[in-house]
């Protein structure tokens, strides 16, 4: 289970990566409660990818701000300009994955709350859809593009 | 809902040996189990899935990908994989099948393609390749022409026949119309009319219509790696186990681990060891064994088996088993288009192009594939596939989403691999899985013919996908070792001659008179693709000269 302090710094990690603009984002998502139960049941064998992530971003947020309390306390361009420059590390992609992961998972896990996730891409909590489902297969556009309907 | 699984109304004693042991319960064991049953036989089917109710089918995208929720386990049953013989297997995933009733039809595509004539002999038509085992099935696609028309009636098969140039002889149409045009059905088929190719309404394991009192699909999209919640889907769980259960001659045991098959002095098969759910050991004595387990996990407890008669395993004097493991080649590449394609609404799959079944030889390639347009995977891998050439995380990653999700597809060329003997299953001899017995181990490198057919069939499908009017493509990159499969084939396969095959074009095992297996190990070569009717038919096709071999005494 995160500490109070691991579960703040990887929500602002998960909101620089799905942010909350006209849309709601990862934070509103939930996203973090999902990481802190994958991290404790299906993805165990990862925790110190995420501990040992969350230890050297504290070094890094220390030496490129000092004084500052925490990543989560930085601005948002700041705190871009850190995450740019882990990009490539093992734990950034880890938390970008897991980020993707909660905001689009079932809310049972955790994230995905009230689905927000699936509102922000178009798929919608139903079981069952009738056609046309798309642009492509309506019958006008079927006519224009293939001169039948199929 | 669909309605739940039947209770077994029997219960065979352990002791007295039952007419017939099926282990598995997917296409192959169900469809056997049910048929013998049909044919007036007592059937113990074992199974090491479960059964999942109703109410546990829903839209858990984690649940299928991620935390193997009824799937294989890579935890407790652990496997390894190498290259090359020469190299020790790491541990790592590689075979996938679905561990439940149903085997891996509870969570299919459905694609239901026959296989046509020449599949069963195109060593013979168009010769050898070098570092390929290539031969001819023993049976011909008539023989297996009446099985293929009793499944699709049997289960509910959606489709058209005759609707495309170069269709095998159907001696009935499908029972059921096809199912609904999707976005990426559309578009496949005006690239194909653009580019003169043929295409077709694709044949699914899934009801267009009510069927045997089943309920049609409702579009609802996850079909692909999902078990249907409508029961539209026409898998084994949904159809040939329920109707042996209804039988009162078949018993159903979940959660059941085979971990041998035993024989006698004379060589003949007298019963199965397995762990049942408390991982107690049982002994089921039974006159036969119809061996069901899929193309991985039938070699494996074949090797499991051996004994002082059977050395080197059962039913392997000819060293074959194991040995030629298939997967299908596949070649992919995401595409986005202006419009809303939607593709996450509506059969996976509904119309596919066979144009390139055969190849012209002048390129020098043996087998063929064909082709689809399918939406894939739901809204986590979907999301996570964004092209690295775009942004990753950010405002603009975010922004790319819903266009990514709701206007991109995926062409999916569908092709034949060719049989390796070096390609096997084997035992690993150090690691061990939970229940004590070696783990699967893969060694499997593509050849170079496949290797570089795949890329052929790549660059089609970015000519299909080019003339249907694609924005922008991003290929999927293609690897002499494959990442994950799930299309198990060829391990042990049917011959006439013993010394270079496993079974007999019955399914017999050449060495055991009473052992029978039928699954995607028996296939000769690996089909264009789609596997699944064609081990079913062989399935129903086995049972029937099971039953009549039975009859006469011949077991």
Same mark, same amino acid.
């Given at each position: &289970? ?10 602002? &990690? ?71 420059? &882990? ?15 909660? &905001? ?47 | ?5 039947? $209770?077994?109304?029997?219960?065979? %004693?352990?002791?007295?040996? #039952?007419?017939?042991? #099926?282990?598995?319960?997917? %296409? ?5 189990? @049910? ?14 899935? =479960?059964?999942?109710?109703?109410? +546990?089918?829903?839209? !858990?995208?984690?649940? $299928?990908?991620?935390?193997? =929720? ?32 149903? *085997? ?38 008539? +023989? ?35 199912? /609904? ?34 309920? %049609? ?35 159903? @045991? ?12 004379? *060589? ?13 050991? #049982? ?6 064994? #119809?061996?069901?387990? /899929? ?20 039913? /392997? ?16 590449? @995401?595409? +986005? ?13 509904? @119309? ?38 775009? %942004? ?28 390796? $003997? ?5 035992? !690993?001899? +150090? ?18 013919? !496949? ?52 079974? !007999? ?8 008179? /009473? ?21 079913? $038919? ?18």
């Amino acid at each position: &289970m995160l500490t109070p302090e691991q579960f703040t710094e990887l929500e602002a &990690m998960t909101a620089r990566i799905i942010p909350s603009d006209d849309t709601p984002g990862a934070r509103e998502a939930g996203v973090v409660w999902f990481i802190d139960f994958a991290l404790t049941s299906f993805v165990a064998a990862q925790g110190a990818v995420f501990t040992d992530g969350l230890a050297q971003l504290k070094k890094d947020v220390a030496a490129a701000h000092p004084g500052s309390a925490s990543f989560a306390s930085l601005t948002e361009p700041q705190q871009d300009v850190l995450l740019t420059r &882990m990009e490539n590390t093992e734990f950034f992609e880890a938390v970008r994955f897991a980020t993707i992961a909660g &905001m689009f998972s079932l809310p049972k896990y955790g994230g995905n709350k009230d689905y927000i996730g699936w509102d922000l891409i178009g798929q919608e909590h139903v079981f069952e859809f009738k056609p046309p489902f798309g642009w492509y297969d309506h019958p006008d556009n079927q006519q224009a593009l293939l001169g039948r309907v199929l | 809902m669909p309605q739940a699984l039947p $209770a077994s109304t029997r219960t065979f %004693p352990t002791d007295t040996p #039952v007419d017939f042991v #099926v282990i598995g319960s997917g %296409p192959a064991g169900g469809s056997v189990a @049910r048929e013998l049953t049909r044919k007036g036989f007592n059937v113990v089917m074992l199974e090491q899935g =479960r059964a999942f109710g109703p109410e +546990e089918l829903e839209h !858990d995208e984690v649940g $299928a990908f991620f935390t193997e =929720r009824w799937t294989n386990s890579s935890e407790s049953q652990p496997q390894t994989y190498r290259t090359t013989e020469a190299e020790k297997a790491e541990r790592r995933p590689f075979v996938g099948y679905a561990k439940a009733v149903g *085997g891996t039809s509870f969570h299919f595509t459905g694609n239901y393609w026959r296989f046509r004539p020449i599949d069963f002999n195109e060593f013979s038509v168009k010769g050898g390749v070098d570092g390929a085992a290539l031969a001819d099935w023993p049976i011909s696609y008539d +023989e297996l022409e009446p099985y293929y028309t009793a499944v699709e009636w049997a289960i509910g098969v959606s489709g058209k026949a005759n609707a495309a140039p170069g269709e095998p002889r159907h001696s009935r149409d499908y029972p059921l119309p096809p199912l /609904n045009v999707t976005g990426p059905g559309v578009l496949l088929t005006h690239g194909c009319e653009k580019l003169g190719w043929s295409s077709k309404p694709a044949p699914m394991a899934i009801l267009s219509r009510e069927y045997n009192g089943r309920q %049609p699909c409702h579009n609802c999209g996850f079909c692909l790696a999902f078990p249907c919640e409508w029961g539209a889907k026409s898998g084994a769980n949904y159809t040939m186990v329920p109707e042996a259960l209804r039988s009162d001659r078949c018993e159903l @045991r979940t959660e059941c681990t085979v971990r041998k098959i035993e024989t006698n002095n004379d *060589g003949r098969v007298t019963g199965v060891i397995y762990f049942d759910k408390n991982k107690r050991e #049982v002994v089921q004595r039974a006159k036969a064994v #119809v061996l069901c387990a /899929n193309g991985a996990e039938s070699p494996r407890l074949l090797l499991m088996s051996k004994s002082n008669r059977f050395p080197n395993g059962l039913a /392997n004097s000819s060293g074959m088993v194991g040995k030629h493991f298939m997967f299908n080649g596949a070649a992919l590449t @995401r595409a +986005e288009f202006a419009h809303e394609v939607n593709g996450h609404r509506g059969p996976v799959v509904s @119309r596919i192009s066979h144009h390139h079944y055969e190849l012209d030889q002048s390129l020098g390639f043996t087998g063929g594939g064909g082709f689809d347009f399918r939406f894939d995977v739901p809204a986590i891998l979907t999301a996570a596939s964004l092209p690295r050439s775009e %942004p990753q995380w950010g405002s603009a990653f975010k922004a790319r989403l819903k266009p990514w999700f709701t206007h991109s597809l995926l062409s999916y060329a569908h092709t034949t691999s060719l049989p390796v $003997a070096k390609n096997s299953v084997s035992l !690993d001899p +150090e690691l061990k899985d939970a229940l004590g017995l070696p783990a699967l181990r893969t060694t499997f490198k593509e050849h170079e013919h !496949d290797m570089r057919m795949y890329k052929h069939f790549q660059s089609l499908g970015r000519e299909l996908l080019t003339a249907a009017g694609a924005l922008k493509m991003h290929d999927d990159p293609i690897n002499e070792t494959p990442g994950f499969t799930v299309h198990l084939l060829g391990t042990c396969r049917m011959g006439n001659d013993p010394k270079t095959s496993v079974v !007999d074009k019955y399914h017999r095992a050449h060495d055991v008179p /009473n052992l029978f297996v039928v699954d995607g190990s028996s296939f000769v070569t690996s089909g264009r693709g789609q596997p699944t009717l064609t081990i079913q $038919a062989l399935a129903f096709r086995a049972a029937d000269h099971i039953a009549q071999a039975a009859t006469r005494g011949e077991i």
